[in-house]
């Protein structure tokens, strides 16, 4: 429940990571018991009730169906512009969660007898009618993938019908799918596009971990630096995700990581002809669902759906592993037991310290704006040991820094989450610190970059036609600014109604000008 439901704003996430949290410490503390408990009996190994385990993923599937259904009917408000998101972030969190508990709910009502099985019988219904309305397009895709693995399975009609049939729906979904929110398949065509030419430089072993999010949005960069009348201008957007597990391990782990996914994939096809059973077929089904949610979104983002991965994987490969652990000496598996007690137990302790850095990260973020900066930067500069690693307090401390008018400090911090993270907002930042440097041409550079990583923005520029203002090159500021005014927009705000106004004027008053120095601003128009 856990895993689905646990949000807390006591975390600057305040949804994906207490999930992650809740759900590893639960994995702890419940790998200690069992490994405590199999030391004393291992036949307890046998006795896993799997009845109970089908209905906690029914009810949990359940309760969050409803929860979404209750969503678009404004019942249940969602806390953000999303109709139904359930107890996520977005839709994609909802639905794929939905998605990767929904052969476990079928399996369910086949186990179940009598009234319990009517009971059940609604479930996938109900979730089904919730994804449909989340309006996740790789939810709806990866639920007609189920349907139809089980329609191909246990429906009685010929093989022939099977595979006429089933092949004409699924080209009649995907192609409703691209048009329900066209742009927003063309916008994931220009990040797939951008993500393989990153390949050309790692493709065997790629980036590494956390290799797409240092490096992807340099690529974005560079494609619009290279097109720019390209008809992905205004689809472009901040990019943190590929939109493809695949091709996300593709960059992070080049062809050797999509090769062991492959030998894993191909082991759990092995087992589950090996040991066939009626859990084993919704086992793999799960796999295939979410495989196929895969495809076109990030499921294996959010908690739940690895909790259901792993409880598939068990079922599969339980049989064959009993075989292999069946012919250890006990000596052994009793070491083994010692050691992952002990290395469970240090993950405890890591996990105690990453929350008290986390909740204290997000006790410190509602210090932002206040006059006791020292406080603050204090007590930042002490999490930094815990959280040095992830960009987001990264940027967030550069930021801090900023306000504060430490500079130099800002500049290191920044520098070190750009390591770690291509991002717009970053490039911004680094442009601000810069300026405040007197390092004023490095600065446009970081406005530039960022405006080639998002060309429809109209910031980056805007920030430009200051710094030339300031090094009072009128001639090159005003360039830029005739390219705001022609800018076409994308999404109207005050914001960018000031910003034309202002370049309106700046160019009404410097017609007169003669052009000062030369600045290279050929690659904006």
């Not at 291992?42 to 009810?59: A, G, Y």
Request: charged content about 15%; some cysteine.
């Amino acid at each position: 429940m856990g895993a689905m439901f646990f949000s807390s704003f006591h975390f600057v996430d305040s949804q994906i990571v207490p999930k992650w949290i809740i759900t590893i410490a639960g994995i702890i503390l419940l790998s200690i018991y069992l490994i405590i408990i199999i030391s004393v009996n291992p036949v307890i190994t046998h006795k896993i009730p799997q009845r109970h385990i089908l209905r906690l993923i029914s009810i949990t599937i359940l309760f969050q169906s409803l929860y979404g259904i209750l969503q678009y009917f404004n019942i249940c408000a969602p806390t953000n512009a999303f109709p139904v998101m359930g107890s996520f972030d977005n839709p994609a969190g909802f639905a794929a969660s939905l998605c990767a508990g929904l052969p476990f709910c079928i399996l369910g009502i086949i186990e179940a007898k009598g009234k319990m099985r009517w009971v059940l019988g609604f479930i996938p219904l109900l979730t089904t009618i919730a994804v449909l309305l989340s309006e996740s397009r790789s939810g709806i895709f990866s639920t007609l993938i189920l349907f139809i693995c089980l329609g191909i399975r246990y429906l009685r009609i010929s093989d022939k019908i099977k595979w006429v049939t089933f092949p004409i729906i699924l080209i009649i979904a995907i192609t409703s799918l691209y048009y329900l929110k066209k742009d927003s398949a063309l916008g994931r065509l220009l990040v797939w596009e951008c993500s393989i030419s990153m390949l050309k430089s790692n493709l065997l072993t790629g980036y590494g971990t956390g290799g797409f999010e240092a490096n992807y949005m340099d690529y974005q960069a560079n494609y619009f630096k290279n097109n720019p009348q390209s008809s992905y201008t205004m689809l472009a957007d901040n990019i943190q995700y590929p939109f493809c597990e695949y091709l996300r391990i593709l960059v992070d782990y080049g062809l050797i990581g999509l090769l062991l996914l492959g030998g894993w994939i191909a082991y759990l096809v092995f087992c589950f002809y090996k040991y066939p059973s009626k859990n084993g077929v919704f086992a793999l089904l799960c796999w295939i669902t979410i495989g196929s949610f895969s495809l076109f979104s990030y499921p294996l983002m959010y908690p739940f759906v690895w909790l259901v991965l792993f409880y598939s994987t068990f079922i599969l490969v339980k049989n064959h592993v009993y075989l292999i652990t069946k012919k250890i000496p006990v000596k052994w598996l009793k070491i083994g037991a010692l050691l992952s007690l002990f290395f469970l137990s240090l993950s405890g302790i890591k996990l105690y310290e990453r929350v008290k850095a986390e909740i204290e990260w997000a006790h410190l973020a509602k210090f932002s704006y206040s006059e006791d900066k020292k406080y603050v930067l204090s007590q930042y500069n002490k999490i930094e040991k815990e959280l040095g690693k992830d960009r987001y307090f990264l940027y967030n401390y550069a930021a801090e820094l900023y306000q504060a008018g430490l500079y130099g400090e800002s500049l290191v911090t920044a520098e070190k989450c750009r390591t770690l993270w291509a991002d717009y907002d970053l490039e911004i930042l680094l442009g601000q610190i810069k300026e405040e440097l007197n390092q004023n041409e490095k600065a446009v550079n970081h406005y530039r970059t960022a405006s080639y990583m998002c060309p429809n923005r109209f910031m980056p520029l805007y920030h430009i036609v200051l710094v030339l203002n300031k090094l009072e090159k009128n001639e090159e500021a005003q360039r830029v600014a005739k390219i705001i005014m022609d800018k076409p927009i994308k999404i109207p705000s005050s914001t960018i109604d000031q910003i034309k106004k202002e370049m309106n004027q700046l160019l009404i008053q410097s017609q007169s000008r003669k052009p000062s120095s030369p600045f290279l601003m050929d690659n904006f128009l």
